[in-house]
């Protein structure tokens, strides 16, 4: 048997989305993503976090937002304790952090 196998979930990706960047909202760097309730853990050599999946501009992202950082306490603040009441428009700016731009939480 080979290394290569069936395509398992049809794009030969992962489970994931593309990721959320801060060029998906264009010149103007201000918009509202869509909270679509699913979330992941993810852990990356950055720190733990949770991967969202939300929509923007009418595609599917995956965005990951870290326990230790402020979007997560915005979100936490707004949506509470309940994985499942993580749903729904939030309004976004893109804005930057040590030279790098990110999708910050407004």
């Known amino acids: 048997m080979g290394l290569l196998r069936k395509v398992e979930n049809g794009n030969g990706s992962t489970d994931y989305n593309p990721w959320l960047t ?34 923007a501009n009418g595609s599917m992202f995956s965005w990951t937002v870290k326990y230790a950082s402020g979007n997560h306490s915005r979100l936490h603040k707004r949506f509470g304790n309940s994985e499942k009441k993580w749903k729904g428009p939030v309004k976004v700016e893109v804005k930057e952090y040590m030279g790098k731009e990110y999708v910050a939480v407004v």
Request: no cysteine; net charge positive.
């Open 22 to 55: 801060p060029e998906v909202f264009g010149k103007s760097g201000k918009g509202t993503v869509n909270l679509l309730g699913t979330m992941r853990a993810g852990n990356s050599q950055f720190g733990e976090s949770i991967i969202l999946d939300v929509k």
